[in-house]
């Protein structure tokens, strides 16, 4: 299967702040990538379907001015977390759809 | 119901069989898969099948489909305690991309 790169592994900022996780395709080719949300103890939770060169497909619920993917490349997709608080913190994993559904490691986010 | 419903927890001691329940919720999913979360990271695909099958054997690894029911089933045959993760079972409906997954079930394989 693909090959998935996502860091940072974790993350700590400041509430206000923003942080990006950037997620990268090692040797396929994505034109599609997805961003999940995983609560401690939780299931994954789909957030949004990032689409190449294209505006991204958000799940019910989920903010889109709060939570910008940007999908410029085949091989890279980004969620940036903008002015995040204490609750956005959670264990965000994206992934891509290759030969099957292929993970990245996740990105533990931690706002203080 | 609307959710991929998982058993939350199960305990076995190294040796023994483990099985590992899930209630789908779309009796046309195309494909339905079991993931493997070991603590802190990402998603480990164990295996997969297809709808068209009734069964699929894997080395350690059995899945059995019941379409009827939609319910699935992993078997782990002589569970070690490197087995210990969260199991999540995952379906993709028809005509979407996206897959949909199980509440997740924590299994503890003792020594």
């Known amino acids: 299967g693909a090959v998935v790169s996502q860091h940072p592994s974790w993350v700590i900022c400041k509430s206000g702040t923003s942080v990006k996780i950037e997620c990268r395709s090692l040797d396929f080719q994505a034109t599609t990538m997805f961003w999940y949300r995983q609560f401690p103890k939780q299931s994954l939770m789909l957030m949004a379907t990032?689409?190449?060169?294209?505006?991204?497909?958000?799940e019910q619920g989920v903010e889109k001015d709060k939570f910008l993917i940007n999908h410029a490349s085949l091989t890279l997709s980004t969620l940036t977390v903008t002015s995040a608080h204490p609750e956005d913190s959670s264990f965000y994993i994206c992934?891509?759809?290759?030969?099957?559904?292929?993970f990245g490691s996740g990105t533990r986010l931690t706002v203080v | 119901g609307e959710d991929v419903e998982q058993s939350l927890f199960l305990s076995v001691r190294e040796g023994d069989s483990s099985v590992i329940n899930c209630t789908y919720t779309d009796s046309s999913s195309t494909y339905l898969y079991w993931y493997k979360q070991e603590p802190g990271a990402g998603l480990q695909l164990l295996t997969y099948?297809?709808?068209?099958?009734d069964m699929k054997q894997d080395q350690r690894l059995t899945v059995l489909l019941n379409k009827k029911d939609k319910h699935l089933s992993l078997r782990i045959a002589d569970t070690q305690t490197g087995d210990s993760a969260i199991y999540f079972c995952?379906?993709?409906?028809?005509?979407?991309?996206?897959?949909?997954f199980g509440t997740g079930t924590r299994l503890l394989v003792s020594p």
């Open positions: 995952a379906e993709i409906k028809p005509g979407f991309q996206k897959l949909v």
């Open positions: 992934s891509l759809q290759g030969n099957g559904y292929t």
């Open positions: 099948i297809f709808s068209n099958m």
């Open positions: 990032s689409n190449e060169g294209s505006k991204a497909t958000y």
